[in-house]
Structure formats: structure tokens, C-alpha cells
Nanobody, 127 residues
Framework: QVQLVESGGGLVQAGGSLRLSCAAS????????MAWFRQAPGKEREFVAA????????YYADSVKGRFTISRDNAKNSVYLQMNSLKPEDTAVYYC????????????????????WGQGTQVTVSS
């Protein structure tokens, strides 16, 4: 049974920073690309950032590029999302996800390619 557990969300003022963590268990973490998605009330879940199984390739949504950084520590079975210069429009529930297939060359950015999800962590940015 694969489990993903997010932590690190909270309430922060605009311009502030948060670091989200996602701890994985249940399969060989280092073999799979990982991603962060988010979902705001009344909106569809959207891609935020992804990182390849090796950590050598990362992708970001245009809305967070230059402000957010995804990273992973395969020795700790964890993936992180450092969020800086937060804006009110970043308010959402943030989910980490594990890609369906191992050793993909390019991490994918759509939800249908991810088969395991965490429970989500709330990020609220006040103006």
C-alpha cells in the first residue's frame, strides 16, 4: 500500500514563504517521478511542479515559475516544495502525487498520469 503524507501547510501573509513536505512509503520511491498539484475552492486540480525520478529534471507551471522550487531526497523518501513570494492566488489545498510508471524520462504534468495521491495540505495566503 503506497502512502503519501503531506505536511507544512498553513496561513501566511502575501510575500511570505512556506515549505511543503511529502513523505512516501510503500514502493520504491526513487524509481518514480513526483509532482505537486493544487486545488482551490470551485476550481479543478492544477499542476504546480514535477520532478523526475532522479531529481535531474523539473517542471513548473508558469504561475509559480521563479517562486517555487521542487526537490527530492531519495534517501528520505521525500519530496519538497519551497514556496516563496506567496500570493493570495496561491491559496489552495496542495497535493503530492506519485507518477504511475517508473523511470519516465520526462515527468508528466497531468493528473491522469499519477496513481497515488496524498490527503492534501491547506495553504492560505492572506493579502
Amino acid at each position: 500500500q503506497v502512502q503519501l503524507v503531506e505536511s507544512g501547510g498553513g496561513l501566511v501573509q502575501a510575500g511570505g514563504s512556506l515549505r511543503l513536505s511529502c513523505a512516501a512509503s510503500g514502493r520504491t520511491f526513487s524509481s518514480y517521478a513526483m509532482a505537486w498539484f493544487r486545488q482551490a475552492p470551485g476550481k479543478e486540480r492544477e499542476f504546480v511542479a514535477a520532478i523526475s525520478w532522479s531529481g535531474g529534471t523539473t517542471y513548473y507551471a508558469d504561475s509559480v515559475k521563479g517562486r517555487f522550487t521542487i526537490s527530492r531526497d531519495n534517501a528520505k523518501n521525500s519530496v519538497y516544495l519551497q514556496m516563496n513570494s506567496l500570493k493570495p492566488e496561491d491559496t489552495a489545498v496542495y497535493y503530492c502525487a506519485s507518477e504511475m510508471r517508473p523511470y519516465t524520462i520526462v515527468p508528466l504534468t497531468t493528473t491522469n498520469h499519477y496513481d497515488y495521491w496524498g490527503q492534501g495540505t491547506q495553504v492560505t495566503v492572506s493579502s
